[in-house]
C-alpha cells in the first residue's frame, strides 16, 4: 500500500505536467484506492476560463472511467505555493460524491501536508443522499 508521502510526491511529480498558460500556477494530485491502484492528475487551463479543469478532478474523472467510484480512500493534491493547496468548491463537490470520509492530503511547496477528512473540508455537503425524497 502506497504511503501518504509517497501519494503527496506523486502529486508533485504531475506539477510538470500541468497546462497553466494563463494562472502559471501548477497543481498535482494523485488518489489512492482501496485496492493500491493510484491515479493522478493535474490542471488543464483553456482560453475559456470556466472550461478550465482542476488536478483533483482529472485524476478523479481517471479513477471513476477505470471503474473505481466506491472504493477512494485518500487524495493528495500538491501546489508550488507557500499556503497548502486547498482544493476549491467545485472539486470537494466532486470527491464527496464518491466518498465524504476521503482522506484529503494537502501539500505546500516545501513538500510539508497536512490531512483532514473531506467531511470537514465541506461540512453539510451535497451528496446522493440529498436527492432522497420524503415519503
Known sequence: ???DRELVDLAFEMLNRSYIPYSKFPVGAAIACADGTVFTGCNVENA???STICAERTALVKAVSE???NDLE???IAGNSADYCWPCGPCRQML???NPNLTVLVARA???FVSFPLHELLPHGFGPKGLAQAE
Open 1 to 3: 500500500m502506497i504511503s
Open 48 to 50: 475559456a476560463y470556466g
Open 67 to 69: 471503474g473505481h467510484q
Open 74 to 76: 485518500r487524495i493528495a
Open 96 to 98: 464527496y460524491e464518491f
Open 110 to 112: 516545501d513538500r510539508q
